[in-house]
C-alpha cells in the first residue's frame, strides 16, 4: 500500500535555525506532492506543491522543497524559521492528476523566541 | 470567494448515535474528498466524491458513508458511533486537473461519550 512517511514527530528550533523536515513516499509512478501547515486553531493550509517541472519548488512564507525522484523524497526547507512558523506541518502524496491524498502523520515544529 | 465551510463545528454525541456532518466546497469545485484527523493516526482518508459519485474510498468501516448533492455540497454520516470515532472530520475540496491541490475547511470536532 501507499505509504507516506515523515522522519520527525516533533522539531524544536531557535528562532533564526534552519529547518528541513523529511517526507518519503512509497509510490513509483507519477505522483503530484504537496506540504501543508496547521497553525494552531487554524485549518490546513498550503504551503507549496510540486507536479512537474522543476524540482525546486518555492511556497510561501519563504519555504522551499525538493522532489528528488531516485530518493522518493520531498523535504521542506526554511533557511531561517520564526516563532509564527510554529506549527505542524504535512506531506502529502496523491497519485496521477487526481483523487485522495495521502498524508504522513506530520511534524509538529516549535520555534523558540 | 468564500472557502470550504463545514457545519457543525462542534458536536458531542453519545455512543450508538448517528451524525452527519456537512461540507459546502468551493464554489466551481466538484471534487469532495473527508479525512479524519487523529492525533494517533494523523490524517486518514474516508472518500471523495466527484460529480455526485463515490470516485473513492479509504479503509474505514461501512458505519461511514457519505453523499454528494448536484449543487457539489456534501454529507457524511456516521452510524452507531463509537468512542473511537472521536477526531476532527476534514472536508477538502477541488479542481479537476494537473497540480490542482486541495482546500480544507475548519473541520468538525465530535467527541463521542
Known amino acids: 500500500a501507499q505509504s507516506v512517511s515523515q522522519h520527525n514527530h516533533h522539531v524544536i528550533l531557535s528562532e533564526a535555525a534552519s529547518l528541513e523536515l523529511g517526507c518519503n513516499y512509497s509510490?513509483?509512478?507519477?505522483?503530484?506532492l504537496f506540504w501543508y501547515v496547521q497553525y494552531p486553531g487554524q485549518h490546513l493550509q498550503l504551503l507549496l506543491k510540486?507536479?512537474?517541472?522543476?524540482?525546486l519548488v518555492k511556497g510561501i512564507k519563504g519555504f522551499e522543497a525538493e522532489f528528488i525522484k531516485s530518493k522518493f523524497s520531498f523535504n521542506l526547507r526554511k533557511p531561517s524559521v520564526q516563532w509564527s512558523d510554529t506549527a505542524e506541518y504535512f506531506c502529502?502524496?496523491?497519485?496521477?492528476?487526481?483523487?485522495?491524498?495521502?498524508f504522513g502523520k506530520g511534524t509538529k515544529l516549535s520555534v523558540k523566541p | 470567494k468564500a472557502g470550504v465551510t463545514q457545519t457543525p463545528r462542534y458536536l458531542i454525541k453519545t455512543r450508538g448515535q448517528q451524525v452527519t456532518l456537512s461540507c459546502s466546497p468551493i464554489?466551481?469545485?466538484?471534487?469532495v474528498s473527508w479525512y479524519q484527523q487523529t492525533p494517533g493516526q494523523g490524517l486518514q482518508f474516508l472518500f471523495e466524491y466527484f460529480s455526485e459519485t463515490q470516485r473513492n474510498k479509504g479503509n474505514f468501516p461501512g458505519r461511514f458513508s457519505g453523499r454528494q448533492f448536484s449543487n457539489s455540497r456534501s454529507e457524511m454520516n456516521v452510524s452507531t458511533l463509537e468512542l473511537g470515532d472521536s477526531a476532527l472530520y476534514l472536508c477538502?475540496?477541488?479542481?479537476?486537473?494537473?497540480?490542482?491541490?486541495?482546500?480544507f475547511g475548519q473541520g468538525t470536532r465530535l467527541t463521542v461519550v
Open positions: 502529502a502524496v496523491r497519485r496521477g492528476s487526481q483523487g485522495n491524498l495521502i
Open positions: 510540486y507536479f512537474s517541472g522543476d524540482p
Open positions: 509510490y513509483g509512478g507519477t505522483v503530484n
Open positions: 464554489s466551481g469545485h466538484r471534487s
Open positions: 477538502a475540496s477541488s479542481l479537476e486537473g494537473r497540480g490542482t491541490e486541495a482546500f
